[in-house]
């Protein structure tokens, strides 16, 4: 297997965070998606740290990281990253966030939003509601305790579909191990339900994003062909907030950082090395205003399933 950094572990919160390091200067750290680990950032690395630290995190559940039983819950996760930042003596960096990654990257500005010079969010959930299919399923509370066995077939599964064409062999080798480890199944069911339900994303950041009296520089980076979170949910984020730029890769999937690894270099280095301003709401949250009976009914199925099933309510307030 190759190494792309110098490997490091750090208990944080009764669990084992891994992450590999690369490179010195400014702190740039970069958080993967869902059943991803840090070697989702592997072909980008050698031209980020010509001037910069970088730093990729295995997310709890994820990679080399700890997998214990903890709610997995998004606000958690954003609190282990903070608590992690702060052992490291990290109290300025640029942060990336892929898929989930970019989720926790934008509920880590609720807890340390004032170390956060850039923030560039690729393919990034909380912006929207539509998501696949496939993880809406993983949705259903009652299929935790089947989800671990099926862990290794089905990450061969979606590696060897066009979604992951993208990936070198050796990663797709390390994932599947990876994976299939005791408690992954647990870890990626309970982070799912935390920010999917059976109708697409529960957590929005436009909600909580006038919580943060200045938030940092924002870039958003979507391939126009995206099978698991659409593009439009970064042509909408971006009118509703003043100075944000939305860079398009077209015919790329969800990972234009393993597809089109030059250009997206580009454009990351372009928006972390100028000036830039600071991001702004430019709509307000939405008044509450009068539903209709189908969006009523749509509403009482909803939380029926979560009773029959046994999970509590969550409300749509933080990012996913």
């Known amino acids: 297997m ?7 572990f750090m208990s944080v919160d009764d669990t084992t965070l891994h992450w590999v390091e690369r490179g010195q200067g400014r702190p740039l750290v970069l958080l993967h998606g869902l059943s991803d680990s840090h070697r989702t950032w592997r072909r980008v690395v050698p031209q980020l740290t010509s001037r910069r630290r970088v730093l990729m995190l295995d997310l709890p559940g994820h990679g080399l990281s700890g997998r214990p039983d903890a709610s997995y819950g ?25 898929s989930y990654g970019g ?27 539509e998501v696949s299919v496939s993880l809406r399923l993983m949705a259903i509370p009652w299929l935790e305790s089947m989800v671990q066995p099926f862990m290794r077939v089905g990450t061969r599964i979606a590696l060897a579909s066009s979604f992951a064409a993208s990936f ?16 992954s199944g647990r870890a990626l069911s309970r982070t799912v339900r935390g920010v999917i339900g059976p109708w697409g994303q529960t957590r929005s950041f436009l909600d909580r994003a ?10 958003l980076y979507w391939g126009t062909r995206d099978p698991v979170i659409p593009a439009h949910h970064g042509l909408r984020a971006a009118s509703m907030m003043r100075n944000v730029r939305l860079v398009r890769f077209p015919g790329c999937g969800h990972f234009p950082h393993l597809e089109r690894p030059h250009d997206f270099v580009g454009a990351l280095t372009g928006f972390l090395e100028t000036e ?12 509450p205003r009068k539903r209709s009976w189908f969006s009523r009914a749509l509403g009482w199925a909803g939380r ?17």
């Open 2 to 8: 190759e190494f792309i950094g110098h490997a490091r």
């Open 74 to 98: 998004l606000d958690w996760q954003a609190r282990v990253v903070a608590r992690w930042l702060d052992a490291l003596g990290i109290d300025e960096l640029d942060l990336v966030g892929h």
């Open 103 to 129: 989720g926790v990257a934008q509920q880590l500005l609720l807890h340390r939003a004032e170390s956060i010079r850039r923030l560039a969010l690729v393919s990034s959930g909380g912006l929207g509601r």
């Open 168 to 183: 070198d062999p050796r990663d797709k080798e390390f994932l599947t191990w990876a994976n299939s480890a005791p408690g």
């Open 210 to 219: 006038h919580e943060v009296p200045n938030l940092p520089p924002i870039e």
């Open 276 to 287: 830039a301003r600071r991001a702004t709401i430019a709509v307000p949250p939405a008044l």
């Open 304 to 320: 029926l399933f979560k009773r029959l099933s046994g999970s509590s309510p969550r409300v749509a307030s933080s990012p996913a």
